[in-house]
């Protein structure tokens, strides 16, 4: 079933068998992960959407998504021609997801809902509304009785992180998280987040793209701990390992069993917003749940200082593969290459570097008007060429046993114009605003955001997305459960967290702008008022001075900016040969009014 049409045919007749009148099919899995495997891109199977952000719902008549800004280009492009109407998140005439099945439903019809795919506290409240507008709801896997040709799960062995990149080792880090169980009166702790599961065992795997994770869940109670994961995974190597720190394996779905088997002494720790309702309605009623935050976040949020060296590190090779990739950049700019191509060489020059394992999301190449959707994917077929005349916006990462890379430039070859000049420096004044933020402890990344803003509201401009996301070390590039941005984060920011600073702007139809730097908290200053935070900016690569108005700029900022480009010089210059250096140089060098 190749065409959207008939896999809607296909769903709908499956609804129909089973009494179901609409159903929602989130862009996610078991796990919450953001990048999936092929079995459970269910949402893109049924719609053809494959943005990372997005939900589906699909009723007997009709059929819609849901997506945010970054991808209401692409999504229409995407749907064309294949009934879903697009639903804009967050624009006023947008009804919720729950509000257009209430308004497209009778009273008594029923909402299918697959239970493995929705978080126990997402289902919860899509229960509770359905249930208060005389709605039924019904626990079904629909897309597997539609999806007749679906993939299976891979296969891929698991690997152990080394302690040495890592920091402390798997039975430490248990350890940490029984302390934890037991300032919160529990003794079985429940986690299917595979990015958790990962740093907690000190375990990486192949089985999505772009995050170095293995489809697993876990458990931790008084004395024992459990990885459940297909034996194909497993080698000998990894099953002694993981048995010297404590860690015993069992199947996958054997995870189901044990819950059924707690008991009435089983205090059970899930976190609401992560075990997928599948598994907590596993179990036992005669066990007591505490719905609590996993202790594994906020453990994993704030790195250690071998993690912290590790980013470090990380970032020098980042460095320095980008400047041999911008130099082959401006030497073929002219020679026929495209978004595509820019791409596939960013992955070329970071795979010279040693113990690069890939690159940490799909490479965002947007030249002129492109550069404009916030997360434009090239293929062959839209790729445009690259040439001087408009400005391209590179949004790139590496993972690299030492950490995991996020960083994005704008540049223009050509002469930009004065608003281009003027919308760039407005975006620089706000990365720069950030970066030399002083804030005190226990701040929420929400207070710090207008600071990235200010100047472009000063303007009357804006952007959409948050300003910074947390980055996980050597796992996933988008990590909470800090973040900097204008929603409320209850998360305080805490030294050691590393997180991205990415203001941006951008035209429809015209340009995008956006400068990205990683950052971690450190300690800044205590006094009589207490004690103050600062951000410690870990990216070395030069940032674009072509683009810059430098009356716009303030002499503290120049300063920064000066102070900035003399450090990434003295940290990538010495692993440079003589012709990169002067390319660097040249780069770095310091500018006035």
Known sequence: MENITDRLSALREVMKQNGISATIIPGTDPHGSEYLPNRWKERTWISGFNGSAGTAVVTLEKAAVWTDSRYFIQAEDQLKDTTFELMKMKMPETPSINEWIISQLKEGEVVGLNPQMFAHNAFAENFNEFSFNQLSVKNIDLIDLAWQDRPALPENPFYIYDV???????????????NEMKKVNTNVYIMNSLDEIAWLFNIRGNDVNYNPLTISYA???????????????????????????????????????????????????????RINQSLYESISSSSTINLAASPVTNLKSVKNEIEQEGFRNAMVKDGVALTKFFMWLEENIENNINEVTVSDKLIEFRSQQENFKGASFGTICGYADHGAMNHYSATPESAYKLGKEEMLLIDSGAQFLEGTTDITRTLMLGEPTAQQKTDYTLVLKGNIGLSEAIFPINSRGSLLDVLSRKALWENGFNYGHGTGHGVGHFLCVHEGPQSIRLEENLTPLKAGMVLSNEPGLY???????????????????????????????????????????????????????????????????????????????????????
């Not at 139809?509 to 009589?528: D, K, W």
């Not at 900016?561 to 692993?575: A, D």
Request: aromatic share 10%.
């Open 164 to 178: 040495k990149f890592a920091g402390k080792s798997s039975s430490e880090k248990i350890s940490e998280v029984r």
């Open 219 to 273: 458990a931790v109670d008084t004395e024992n701990a459990y990885l459940f994961i297909d034996e194909e995974k497993v080698t000998a190597e990894t099953k002694t390992a993981l048995a010297n720190e404590g860690i015993t394996i069992q199947p996958y779905l054997a995870i189901y069993d044990y819950l059924k088997n707690q008991n009435e002494k089983s205090h059970v720790l899930v976190d609401g917003n």
């Open 507 to 593: 035209r429809d139809g015209e340009y995008g702008i956006r400068i990205e730097n990683l950052m971690i908290v450190q300690p800044a200053i205590s006094t009589q008022f207490g004690d103050f935070l600062k951000f410690e900016i870990i990216t070395v690569f030069p940032i674009e001075k072509n683009l810059i108005d430098v009356n716009l700029m303030t002499n503290k900022e120049i300063t920064w900016l000066n102070n900035y480009h003399q450090f990434v010089f003295e940290k990538i210059s010495p692993f440079l040969d003589e012709k990169e250096n002067v390319w660097l140089k040249e780069k770095c060098e310091a500018i006035a009014k």
